[in-house]
């Protein structure tokens, strides 16, 4: 009897789907710009993962721009509803956003 496997895509992994899920509170506005995250330890209970998965989705949402994660305090929204496309470079981006250079 052959053994199946299976392998998660990219993207689809413990990390990315807690990533999507908080992504998901700041774009719907149940965290907004400012606000402090769930500490690791309350998110490590809430996702029941590690801590070294809730770090990585961490660092997705820090890199999608979303989050700051300041050491020792915690992380936060940085995202403020207004998403900036740095596709044109980011003086242009700012400037099609309205921002005074």
Same mark, same amino acid.
Request: aromatic fraction near 4%; avoid cysteine; charge should be neutral.
């Given at each position: 009897m052959?053994?199946?496997?299976?392998?998660s !895509?990219?993207?689809?992994g413990k990390p990315?789907?807690?990533?999507? $899920?908080?992504e998901h509170?700041i774009?719907? +506005?149940v965290? +907004?710009?400012?606000d &402090?995250?769930?500490s690791?330890?309350?998110?490590v209970?809430?996702?029941? @993962? !590690? &801590?070294n998965?809730i770090r =990585?989705?961490?660092?997705?949402? !820090?890199?999608r721009?979303?989050?700051t994660t =300041? @050491?020792?305090? +915690?992380?936060?929204v940085?995202? %403020?509803?207004?998403? $900036? %496309?740095d596709?044109?470079?980011? !003086?242009q981006?700012?400037?099609?956003?309205?921002?005074?250079a």
């Amino acid at each position: 009897m052959a053994r199946r496997t299976t392998q998660s !895509s990219p993207g689809t992994g413990k990390p990315e789907r807690i990533a999507t $899920v908080l992504e998901h509170e700041i774009r719907s +506005g149940v965290l +907004g710009f400012g606000d &402090r995250l769930q500490s690791e330890n309350e998110l490590v209970q809430r996702f029941s @993962v !590690s &801590r070294n998965t809730i770090r =990585k989705g961490l660092e997705e949402l !820090s890199s999608r721009g979303l989050i700051t994660t =300041k @050491v020792g305090i +915690g992380s936060f929204v940085t995202f %403020d509803g207004m998403p $900036v %496309d740095d596709a044109v470079g980011w !003086s242009q981006a700012l400037a099609n956003a309205g921002a005074n250079a």
